[in-house]
């Protein structure tokens, strides 16, 4: 408790004095007595949290007063940050399918239309070799190689060292975005291949946890089984606890195992089902897009965040100001608590589509409002009162 004390605290100083006419540096009688108060109701809210029976909740107002991080995208439309499952009959092609989503993500290039946000990606290919893997890089993309793709052909297991292995490379490679698992049932411990509800959900929630708090994708291939089922999601090896915790999920099928077309099914927690209709090229194993059903949701333009985005550009790249100065600066209409709460919500839009960053913090002066252009360095524009 005391620990916890101190970091709600900060580096505010228990000692005050008795002295009603205060020198340079110390505070007068009312600041010691709020700063007490303060204290005390401090103490309390932590006795209240540290209480067994203590629920953590939050109003629709708070909500709302709060800035959260939204889930950065890797393929946009595809993947996203979380746990995904990509699932399909042995041999029917997940491997290729797999690297050829890695080494998009890790050039930067686009992939059947849907925009690719680069970054390093690690590629466990638990069942294959290097020797097979330089094989099927190459027959795929020649001699075109890429630093930001690592390949690993042996890891521990969930809960029994691959969360380490995991956490060290991300730690040395902070720009990573996607980590590939290839495939789930090697990271299983000995005996898990008995499947039940709770095994199925704790594996993958593992993973999203780990997923969750590096801000990554990780997707993992597994198999489906041979029954049939009336959704075909349902033929996903395991128990229904592995749809139930992923993020999203693909389910890649063919009609026959010896054809080039194969479809794959998208669905997903945060963004609309679709399904993608491909054909490899039988020299080089590249899945290729034929179209697509379920086109992808388009936001219309949004004239807030338009009008947001217009303070800040090259040449005034940091616009900061109290919110009621930012609703003037916008001419909206909007009031500025709502306008504030909008962006709120808006922020990982804004950030996405308009590259610009938007801070909302208390100040001794009141709400300040930050707004940076992110693609380059910033030269402030700062709002002051006359």
Sequence with gaps: MVHLLAQMMGSQSLKYTENSIPTSGQKSNDEIVNSQDGL??????????TDPRYLHTLTMTELFQTTYKSRPPVVEGLLYAGAYILAGAPKIGKSFLVAQIAYHVSTGQDLWGYKVHQGTVLYLALEDDFQRIQSRM???????????LHFATAAGKIGNGLDEQLKNFVQEHPDTNLIIIDTMQKIREVGGEAYSYASDYE???RIKQFADQHGICVLTVHHTRKQQ????????SGTTGLLGCADGSLLMQKKKRTEQD????????????????LKKDPQTQIWNLERMENELYKEPPDPVLDAVAKLVSNECR???GSPSELAEAIQTGMASNALTKYLNVKAGRLLEEYHVGYENKAKHSGRQVKLTYMLMESTACEVTEE
């Design 40 to 49: 005390e109701e401090m103490y309390r809210k932590i006795q209240r949290m």
């Design 138 to 148: 190459f027959m795929m993309y020649g001699v075109n190689d890429t630093p930001n």
């Design 262 to 277: 194969a479809t794959i099914k998208v669905v997903g927690r945060d963004q609309p089902d679709q399904i993608l209709f």
């Design 203 to 205: 594996i993958i929630g």
């Design 229 to 236: 089922a009336d959704d075909s999601f349902e033929t996903i």
């Design 318 to 320: 940091e616009w900061i």
